[in-house]
C-alpha cells in the first residue's frame, strides 16, 4: 500500500477530465481500507469514476477502491446467492452472470462503472432496477473501521436514489454487493424502451437472459458513446417525475410527450425529450457538447474541464425550467 504524489485523475474518470490527486492510493483488500482508515478519515473515495465529475483538483487523499473478486455464497435448484467486491468493473461481472445463466440481471448490460457504485444511486435501465436482486451491502463506517451489513431494507433505495446518498453519505465505504439471481425460470423483461423491436429485428420470439444482454448492448452503443472514445458518465440527469395535472397542461402544447406512468398521479417524462426539444442535442461548445444521438448524455471530446460541463449542465437546467416548468435533477456527482 504506496501512497503516491500529485496523480493526475484523467484516466480513473469516465468522462476524462485532467484534474489532480495530491496524494493517492490503491486499495485491494478490506484488511488495507481499515489499516487505512487508522490514520486518514478525511477521504476521496474513487473506484470506476463513472458517475462524477470533476471540477478541481482533490486536496484529500484519494482512495482508489480496487478490491476484487466474485463468491458463491450458496446455491439451490432455481437461485444462487452471490458475493461481489467493489472493485469489480460492472458490465464484465454482468456477461460472467449470462455466461452461468444466472438471470436478473440482463436489462442492466453496459451500464460503466464498479459493482460497488451500484447500489448508491441504485442503477436502472430497460425497466430494472439493481434494488430488485441486492441482498445486501456491506460498508466500512470510516469513522470506526467496523464493516456493517446493510439489508436491502436498510439500504432506503428509491429511484437513482439510496441511504448512500442521503443520510450515509461519507460515512460509509462500500466493500462488497451481494445478490439474489435466478437459474431457472427467469423472469425477462422485454417490454421497455427498443427491447421487443431489436429482438424483433433479428427474428427472436422465445429470447434467452443472452438475447436480452445482447439486444440491450446494441441499443446502448447505438445511443451511447464509448467513455473510452468519448469522456462521458452516461445520464447526465435524472427523468422528472411531476404531477399528472401537470403532464396533462404540458400535454395541451406538446402532444406528443412521451411518458411512464409511475403512480396514480406521478407521471415521469424523459428528461432526453426535454432536452431535444430546448434545442441542445448535438450541440458542440468547443471541447465539450451534448451527445448527437442521445441528448441526456453530456460529453468530453478532449480537454474540457469539469467546470464546463457544469455550466452547461446548468444551462439546460435553467432552460427546461423555463420552458417546461420542470426542474431536472443532475444524476452524476459533482465535485
Known sequence: ????????????????????????????????????????????????????????????????????????????????????????????????????????????????????TCPIQNIGAYGVEVKDRITKVEAIEIETGKLISFSNSECEFGYRNSIFKNYAKGKYVITSVSFLLTKVNHKLNTSYGAIETELENRNIKNPTIKDISDAVITI???????????????????????????????QKEYPNIPSYIISENEIKVPAGWLIEQSGFKGKRYGDYGVHEKQALVLVNYGNASGKEIHQLAQNIQQTIKKKFDINLEIEVNII
Open 220 to 250: 446502448r452503443q447505438s445511443k451511447l458513446p464509448d467513455p473510452k472514445e468519448i469522456g462521458n458518465s452516461g445520464s447526465f440527469f435524472k427523468n422528472p417525475v411531476i404531477s399528472k395535472n401537470q403532464f396533462k397542461a404540458l
Open 1 to 116: 500500500m504506496i501512497i503516491q504524489q500529485n496523480i493526475s485523475l484523467k484516466s480513473y474518470n469516465t468522462f476524462g477530465i485532467h484534474v489532480n490527486a495530491k496524494r493517492f492510493v490503491s486499495i485491494t483488500s478490506v484488511y488495507q481500507l481499515q489499516q487505512l482508515l487508522k490514520e486518514e478519515k478525511d477521504i476521496f473515495l474513487l473506484s470506476g469514476g463513472s458517475n462524477m465529475l470533476l471540477t478541481k483538483d482533490i486536496d484529500k487523499l484519494v482512495v482508489h477502491l480496487n478490491i476484487k473478486g466474485i463468491s458463491i455464497d450458496r446455491e439451490d435448484q432455481n437461485n444462487v446467492y452471490l458475493t461481489v467486491n467493489a472493485g469489480e468493473n460492472w458490465h464484465e461481472f454482468l456477461l460472467w452472470t449470462i455466461s452461468q445463466n444466472y438471470g436478473g440481471l440482463e436489462n442492466l448490460s453496459l451500464i460503466p462503472g464498479n459493482v460497488g
